[in-house]
């Protein structure tokens, strides 16, 4: 167990330097308004959006340039495991876990007292080091890159017991499954987008001004990682006769592991020494450079956006400003897969690790002395690995449809969006996002919003910052409600360093 821990954690710490991946790109002004966008997110940033908004100007004021150095970093957790709610009302008010305490526990957490209950949670940052965009007056361009990594966990419930009560004979004396699934995905992106007017009218129905706009962002990938570990196990830990201590521990194990690069040759190398002398380690093998291009391909973001004035519209009127501009937009989302398929390889064990101590221990610490010893050996370490043709990876494709109202300072929006796929923290659960943005003396932006659906409980955020014509620093926050609903989520968003000229 520990070297299969060992070897997950490592993949975990080799990917995690790149950043993490969401379904729905976002900057701190759109997680601030509730992570939508669809309509009003304008500059590099609709890239990954809705291209389409490389046409608009959301403030009605701003430059037609904007350069993002460091232009965008972001930050998103969620899942049913995130329960804060449940750790704040018994791991923070100095309880002990254990007898009921621990099962109550354990129960909330769940969802209920059965051993092969699952929770899950996934956690994404992305960061866009560069982008540039240009508004011109019939079309515009753009040049963003992302680097994103996704990380999901999933793990049963008496993997939580094992963690929870240790090699209890008193409470894991029935076999009991014990479960763990961890995937994580590294790639980079460079996006090209380009959007145009198609059409223009200069009055319809209650409208004038309108303009239609299209645009299109195709993306090159680099792959940098990919792994999956799947463990499934079952435990039984057994106690002598008058004894509360274990004195036997039967562990069935069956474990694969895919994993790609260098990581995949250096497992391969320990496999081959590990044949010629079982007291090698797989701790010296693993941490070398796993930064290098496993996987490319295209992907593509695409949309269109409907914008007209609305003035003449008596919605109230001459509160927040006299021009009133309503868009009304529909996007796809991260169109495309990779496949890695430098070094695949698949690492496989199966087998009963069947522990009784050495015969001979006088306390209970010498049965735990000899169960560490144990763990050193071969049990874990002794897999196979067996070429496959390649780890696919499907973007997590989404359909976004959303309208914003900007009148003055005042600018409201509602976004809907579904996932084609559950990949990290992508849902086929529809979301919905609210929000709200008020330019305080034109230049602070106070914003507000709420998420309901998708892959969390209902979220709340917000966000403010300096936002001026030629300089945007801005900041979001987004939280849960209530855990219990559906699981937690945080996210955080910082605009970086944008310049406008």
């Given amino acids: 167990m520990k070297k299969i821990l060992t070897i997950s954690l490592l993949v975990i710490v080799a990917t995690s330097f790149e950043g993490f991946s969401q379904s729905r790109h976002y900057d701190s002004r759109s997680l601030g308004m509730g992570g939508g966008g669809t309509a009003y997110l304008d500059g590099y940033h609709s890239n990954f959006v809705n291209p389409a908004n490389l046409m608009i100007n959301s403030t009605n004021n701003r430059p037609k340039r904007s350069l993002g150095l460091v232009g965008g970093v972001g930050f998103r957790a969620g899942g049913t495991l995130i329960n804060l709610d449940v750790y704040d009302q018994y791991l923070t008010k100095g309880l002990t876990l254990e007898g009921d305490i621990a099962d109550n526990f354990l129960t909330d957490l769940f969802g209920g007292s059965s051993s092969n209950l699952t929770r899950n949670q996934s956690t994404t940052f992305s960061l866009v080091p560069f982008g540039f965009s240009n508004r011109g007056n019939k079309s515009s361009v753009s040049l963003a890159t992302r680097v994103r990594v996704t990380e999901s966990f999933t793990i049963n419930r008496g993997f939580a017991e094992l963690g929870v009560y240790g090699l209890d004979p008193q409470e894991l004396n029935d076999v009991t499954p014990v479960d763990f699934s961890f995937g ?78 260098n990581v ?123 070429d496959i043709d390649g780890i696919e990876y499907e973007l997590p494709t989404m359909f976004n449809f959303g309208a914003s109202l900007t009148m003055g300072k005042l600018t409201t929006s509602v976004d809907y969006g579904v996932g084609f796929n559950d990949s990290g923290t992508n849902s086929k659960r529809s979301t919905l996002n609210l929000g709200l943005e008020y330019r305080l003396l034109g230049l602070v932006p106070l914003r507000f919003g709420t998420r309901v659906g998708g892959y969390s409980s209902t979220v709340y955020s917000a966000g403010a910052g300096i936002d001026l014509n030629f300089l945007e620093f801005s900041a979001g926050l987004s939280l849960v409600g209530n855990d219990t609903e559906n699981g937690g989520s945080v996210a955080a968003a910082f605009s970086g360093l944008v310049l406008r000229f």
Avoid: C, W
Avoid at 193 to 198: C, D, H, K, L, S
Avoid at 228 to 244: C, G, P, V, W, Y
Avoid at 364 to 385: H, R
């Fill in 264 to 386: 995949s040759a250096d497992l391969r190398e320990f496999e081959s020494d590990f044949e010629q002398a079982d007291t090698v380690s797989v701790g010296d093998y693993l941490g070398g450079n796993y930064a290098n291009v496993n996987a490319t391909g295209f992907g593509l973001d695409m949309g269109a956006t409907l914008e007209m004035d609305i003035s003449g519209v008596p919605i109230i009127d001459g509160f927040f400003g006299k021009k009133k501009t309503l868009r009304v937009s529909m996007s796809i989302t991260d169109i495309g897969k990779i496949t890695y398929d430098e070094n695949p390889t698949s690492f496989t064990a199966n087998g009963t690790f069947d522990f009784t101590g050495s015969g001979n221990d006088q306390e209970p610490g010498d049965f735990y002395d000899d169960l560490a010893d144990s763990l050193k050996n071969k049990v874990y370490g002794d897999f196979d690995a067996e």
């Fill in 184 to 261: 994580a995905v590294a790639f980079s992106e460079i996006s090209l987008g380009y959007a145009r007017e198609i059409l223009s009218l200069p009055n319809l129905l209650f409208a004038k001004n309108v303009k239609l706009y299209a645009g299109i962002a195709p993306k090159y990938i680099i792959g940098v990682q990919n792994s999956t570990l799947d463990f499934n196990s079952t435990i039984e830990i057994q106690r002598a006769n008058n004894s509360q201590y274990a004195n036997r521990i039967i562990h069935n194990f069956d474990y694969r592991l895919n994993t790609v690069g």
